[in-house]
């Protein structure tokens, strides 16, 4: 596995893994095939894995932590805090709001500890900017938490090119992580470029389009009663066969290229940049071995214009979010 920077010193394989699946959002699935998963993607090169406090909530950590415990020397392992998580009349604990506060931020990293059974986290996200917190206090008590050996490096996540250069001149932000792909790209031009000025990793996750851009999701009704992306606008009924006829571009490309629609669309995110580190996520190895083989498919720069000239920004249709969580995103 080829292996990248994110801010000044933190390597890790070009191509990460995004954990959330495993256990939140898209139904979950068998403990032990989520291990297996787990501990095959270190075997294979990958050294780079993504959780946070929100994922189940708490039972994605325990799952990496579980997973990865005697694997700790070859990992990198990110995290994050910056949602309320509260019980409902039932019991169940889910997301119920932003708290960026410094006394979050500190009793997360803690909890988080614990639960991923390790000393320090690689590096811990601000999950989503707090409107009624200035970035510079939050980060401020991430910096702390650096001071204390508790987090080795910070990140942010979903925030705009203003508040990453804020945030920045607290302390060094490794890493920014938001949503990246030919299926979404509004992070193109500010973002992107203002990473590259400040010598920010950027983090892309669902660089696949939440599946669309695999190839495989062809109808709507293969997805579970429960999975995230029914309350995502690009999903409707009335958006969605338009998207897959985009989608169904990349396809063809791909066969074209000798590769699979997931490897294409994973290469051409790594050709945006050498400071961008994608993080698909998968619960099955044969999908984590395809989208590892992605870090050696190269891409040539009329590969490149050639895709750009099928599959524009605007190819795909429909807002990113709900009204309800898009307020979550300082853009």
């Not at 415990?69 to 392992?77: A, E, G, M, P, S």
């Not at 790594?270 to 044969?286: C, M, S």
Request: glycine share 8%; with cysteine.
């Amino acid at each position: 596995m080829k292996m990248r920077t994110l801010g000044a010193d933190l390597t890790v394989s070009a191509i990460g893994l995004g954990c959330m699946g495993m256990s939140h959002a898209y139904g979950g699935q068998d403990e032990a095939l989520s291990i297996e998963t787990l501990r095959h993607a270190v075997e294979i090169g990958v050294t780079f894995f993504d959780t946070a406090e929100v994922y189940g909530p708490y039972t994605n950590e325990i799952l990496v932590g579980k997973a990865l415990k005697d694997l700790r020397d070859k990992v990198t392992i990110a995290t994050k805090f910056g949602f309320k998580i509260a019980k409902d009349a039932s019991g169940v604990s889910s997301m119920a709001g932003v708290d960026g506060s410094p006394e979050n931020a500190k009793a997360v990293a803690e909890a988080s500890l614990k639960r991923l059974g390790i000393d320090v986290i690689d590096l811990y996200y601000l999950h989503r900017p707090d409107p009624n917190v200035p970035i510079e206090e939050s980060v401020g008590a991430m910096a702390d938490l650096v001071k204390a050996g508790k987090v080795r490096t910070i990140g942010l996540s979903e925030v705009d090119a203003a508040t990453l250069r804020r945030a920045h001149a607290v302390h060094p932000i490794t890493a920014l992580q938001s949503e990246y792909s030919l299926w979404f790209r509004e992070v193109e031009g500010d973002i992107l470029d203002t990473c590259r000025e400040l010598g920010v990793g950027f983090v892309p996750f669902s660089p696949l389009g939440r599946g669309m851009l695999t190839g495989t999701l062809r109808s709507l009704d293969s997805l579970g009663a429960n999975d995230f992306r029914r309350s995502l606008p690009r999903f409707d009924a009335e958006n969605f066969d338009a998207n897959l006829a985009a989608a169904d571009v990349v396809v063809k490309l791909a066969a074209e290229k000798g590769v699979t629609p997931a490897q294409l669309a994973l290469a051409w995110v790594l050709a945006q940049g050498d400071f961008i580190v994608p993080i698909p996520g998968t619960r099955n190895i044969k999908r984590l071995e395809e989208n590892a083989a992605a870090a050696d498919v190269v891409l040539t720069e009329a590969d490149l214009d050639e895709i750009e000239a099928a599959v524009r920004p605007d190819s795909f249709v429909g807002a990113r979010y709900g009204e309800n969580f898009a307020k979550l995103v300082r853009r």
